[in-house]
């Protein structure tokens, strides 16, 4: 499972700007307020850790407590987000107001799918899998301000190469995520998400080899590649300070949904030893400095 949308947990904190009602309430003679800083405009590290209550490997219906790290940070406009095992980095800086922002870069990760926290018996009879080492690049646009002064919409794709020679095959991700506030402390972000996989992905992942097949007792299977997941997400994050921008203290929370497809819902490994419906749920806190 991927905590993917977790990453723009913070990163969407740079969206908040002074609230409206503070101009508005001021006298026409008054002196405008001061602009609030953010934290988030500038320099800045973010540092946390979570646990996510996820599926043991993907299609399984054992569930397992896994943590979850974040590191993000800004330099001189050069972006670092967090992917689940690995980072992407925006080496294309957006104008501060900027109506439509670019992002691109490398993106690295390490799937230990079927590696560790294998619950069912019979899935690990069939072997444990190596670890794959995936990189590849990362692209897309941010919106800024569609429905009010502060929210965004981001669609975005990571293509990403097994270079470990675990499956050594591609897949790539494209996912739509709009970011609003509900109000200085709180941020919510809904994504929807979905991966294809090729050949090599669909063969190392969900077939069933002849081998597997003797000492698991599963049907052998022979699997394509195809679209395998798509999934919703719903993370909400709460600023300990009262005020995203402010940085310090922030906790989060995350819920998602996703569902098996093709030939990763119908490989024995889901449909006879797991389940197509996969849940997921995660928190966690951060600090930004």
Do not use: C
Not at 192 to 216: K, L, M, N
Not at 254 to 280: C, E, H
């Amino acid at each position: 499972m991927s905590f993917r949308p977790t990453a723009k947990l913070l990163a969407a904190a740079v969206a908040f700007t002074a609230v409206p009602a503070i101009a508005q309430e001021a006298a026409p003679s008054s002196p405008p307020p001061p602009v609030e800083e953010n934290i988030f405009d500038g320099n800045h590290v973010t540092l946390g850790v979570g646990a996510g209550y996820v599926p043991s490997y993907r299609g399984s219906d054992d569930y397992v407590i896994s943590p979850v790290p974040l590191v993000r940070g800004k330099y001189e406009g050069i972006e670092l987000n967090p992917r689940l095992g690995g980072v992407a980095i925006d080496v294309i800086p957006d104008p501060k107001d900027a109506k439509v922002g670019i992002t691109l870069g490398p993106v690295g990760t390490i799937a230990f799918n079927r590696k560790n926290q294998i619950k069912d018996e019979v899935v690990k009879a069939a072997g444990k899998l190596d670890t794959a080492v995936e990189v590849g690049v990362s692209g897309g646009i941010t919106v800024y301000r569609l429905l009010n002064p502060y929210d965004s919409l981001n669609i975005t794709t990571d293509v990403k190469w097994d270079v470990a020679g675990a499956y050594s095959g591609m897949t790539y991700s494209p996912m739509v995520s709009y970011t609003t506030p509900l109000s200085k402390a709180i941020l919510t972000i809904l994504s929807v998400s979905a991966r294809h996989v090729d050949d090599d992905y669909a063969r190392y992942y969900y077939s069933v080899t002849p081998g597997q097949s003797a000492r698991s007792g599963l049907p052998v299977y022979n699997a394509e590649g195809g679209w395998d997941t798509a999934s919703v997400t719903l993370l909400t994050g709460y600023s300990l300070a009262g005020d995203m921008r402010k940085g310090g203290w922030a906790l989060f929370g995350v819920a998602n949904y996703s569902k098996m497809l093709n030939d990763g819902k119908d490989t024995p490994f889901t449909s006879i030893r797991g389940d197509a419906d996969q849940w997921a749920f995660g928190a966690g806190i951060a600090y930004t400095f």
